[in-house]
């Protein structure tokens, strides 16, 4: 009798804990994602082995299709960017990590943040093989946006 009595005890600390956690905390748990990509000689788009912007939102866009699936099981749609800032060059050889993170979370939509670093680069003037790892990962743009999963589409409570 004693043990059912502290099986229920347990039980119920579990689930006040659980609604305690949810009132406070309405994201559950802070979601993250992240990916690590080179640059390529195909990515370059400008003179001099520059990679357009808009590859950086590509892997934006990815970030975010991976938090969404986490979040809901279903990869959602890119609503709109907030702001967009290219904070430094990129070039084809550049070792990027994009990192992106929900924020905020509402009936259908997703706010969300992003950055991207770069972390390695290559040393031509060295030898065509040779690269530095940066001690100092260099910001090379951040943004803000919305993404949005339809409620019927949200998988995961």
């Known amino acids: 009798m004693k043990e059912i009595i502290i099986q229920k005890i347990i039980k119920l600390k579990k689930s006040y804990s659980i609604l305690i956690l949810n009132i406070k905390h309405p994201l559950k748990k802070i ?3 992240n990916l690590k990509v080179r640059m390529s000689l195909n990515d370059a788009h400008y003179g001099g082995n ?6 950086l939102l590509e892997l934006f866009g990815d970030v ?3 938090l969404l699936i986490k979040n809901d099981g279903d990869e ?19 070792f990027i990590e994009v990192v992106g993170e929900i924020t905020e979370i509402k009936n259908t939509s997703r706010k969300m943040t992003f950055k991207a670093w770069k972390y ?8 065509e093989s040779a690269a530095d790892y940066l001690q100092s990962p260099i910001l090379v743009s951040k943004a803000s946006g919305t993404c949005v999963v339809p409620k019927e589409k949200q998988r995961i409570k």
């Open 64 to 66: 975010a299709t991976e």
């Open 31 to 33: 979601m993250r994602a």
């Open 50 to 55: 520059l990679v357009d912007g808009a590859r």
């Open 120 to 127: 390695i680069v290559p040393k031509p003037e060295i030898s």
């Open 76 to 94: 959602g749609l890119f609503r709109a960017y907030d702001s967009i800032e290219f904070l430094a060059p990129v070039y084809a050889g550049d």
